[in-house]
């Protein structure tokens, strides 16, 4: 895919997290990544420099806020700062993975809502738009007080299952809560759901779930929208197999893995974890059950849409 731009108008950098799906996207939208600079100082303090003009230019960051968080927000938080004060006519924001979105809202006394923070400091630092993927609570979009475009990772998952040609499929939401992604990839399959129905923490033992749904003898497909530890998803394939079903695959968009969970993968039953590139896997959490798709081509596709001033909706997923 090739896209047309008045080069001198649009510029797309790249910082520390994902340089590669950054270079890819900046490949297939036809243009060469900003000349930048990340630098970071004995004790610990971040300098970037911006190596080329950017005024009166539309440009775009990519950046996922991924492990190690704090840093990479930092060095967001800086590069927006310096496109605006360099006079750049737009500063927009891709986020592949937005970091903190697990902390959306007060569950208990005295406790932040650090995705609504992390929304006011993006802002104040000159965002003009952000392009993410796959937000952990769709309603953090309304954290923001500027236009946010959040694209859909299922289209890409649920096509490379339907390639596959599974005989007998059901699709499972690790919990109720996932039970809205678990349909929408359902419907792309023309496959039934079941839910693992957990009572009690997020991390309880497989002999504390219970299957609602017919599995037995089927290719059980579990769906999420992180893999962090992998203790929910490999303990959730555990119940599964335990209860009948004939194989178990596992999908999300975001490869947070942390800790031991290429460990708790690797002795899972889990045939194969698929996963997007919006996080960056260095090859010690690589795993040979691991098979990463690129979201490349759709984030190309809404810088495209988005400079050009066309709809971006038709890359969202209801």
């Known amino acids: 895919m090739s896209i047309e731009y008045q080069k001198e108008e649009i510029k797309i950098f790249s910082l520390s997290s994902n340089p590669g799906l950054a270079e890819e996207i900046a490949t297939l939208s036809g243009l060469e990544l900003g000349d930048c600079s990340v630098k970071t100082f004995s004790d610990g303090e971040i300098q970037i420099n911006i190596e080329e003009s950017v005024r009166g230019c539309d440009t775009y960051v990519i950046q996922s806020t991924c492990d190690p968080a704090d840093q990479h927000i930092m060095e967001m938080l800086i590069m927006l700062d310096a496109l605006k004060r360099a006079s750049a006519k737009t500063v927009n924001v891709v986020i592949p993975y937005y970091g903190y979105a697990r902390q959306d809202r007060k569950t208990k006394a005295r406790e932040p809502i650090v995705a609504k923070l992390i929304a006011d400091l993006i802002q104040k630092a000159g965002a003009s738009r952000v392009i993410s993927l796959d937000l952990h609570a769709t309603q953090a979009q309304g954290f923001f007080d500027l236009p946010v475009d959040q694209l859909a990772g299922i289209p890409i998952l649920a096509t490379y299952f339907m390639d596959k040609q599974f005989n007998d499929?059901?699709?499972?939401?690790?919990?109720?809560?996932?039970?809205?992604?678990?349909?929408?990839?359902a419907d792309r399959l023309h496959a039934p759901i079941a839910i693992l129905d957990r009572r009690g923490p997020r991390d309880v033992d497989s002999s504390q779930l219970?299957?609602?749904?017919?599995?037995?003898?089927?290719t059980a497909i579990l769906i999420d929208d992180i893999v962090d530890t992998g203790r929910r998803i490999t303990?959730?394939?555990?119940?599964?197999?335990?209860n009948g079903a004939k194989e178990v695959y596992a999908t999300c968009t975001h490869p947070v893995l942390s800790g031991i969970a290429k460990q708790n993968i690797d002795n899972s039953p889990i045939k194969e974890l698929?996963?997007?590139?919006?996080?960056?896997?260095p090859d010690e959490k690589l795993s040979e059950k691991i098979t990463q798709l690129s979201v490349a081509p759709l984030f190309a596709d809404a810088i495209s849409r988005v400079h050009n001033q066309e709809s971006v909706s038709s890359l969202f997923f209801d």
């Open 274 to 281: 698929v996963v997007t590139n919006s996080i960056h896997i």
């Open 169 to 185: 499929v059901v699709v499972v939401a690790p919990d109720h809560g996932s039970v809205k992604r678990a349909r929408q990839f």
């Open 210 to 218: 219970n299957v609602v749904g017919d599995i037995e003898g089927k």
């Open 235 to 242: 303990m959730g394939a555990k119940t599964l197999m335990e």
